[in-house]
């Protein structure tokens, strides 16, 4: 077991996205540090991480602009 401690803003928008996949927080937490371990062990650079709402808007732009 670790402890960690974290912003209330994090920790909101933690619970959130842990309500929104029906997981608990825990569950959360182990799957994006997992992730993140797979990633730096894998010494790929190309990975990138990005928000959701960040990959819409950029696709939405480039839909945009491709009519």
Known sequence: MHST???YH???RLFAEA???DVTPSELIREYVEAGLN????GN??????RVADL???I???VK???
């Open 5 to 7: 401690r974290m912003s």
């Open 10 to 12: 994090l920790t909101e």
């Open 19 to 21: 309500q929104r996949r």
């Open 39 to 42: 990633t730096a062990e894998s």
């Open 45 to 50: 650079q190309e990975i990138v991480t990005i």
């Open 56 to 58: 819409h808007r950029a």
């Open 60 to 62: 939405d732009t480039a």
């Open 65 to 67: 602009r491709a009519a």
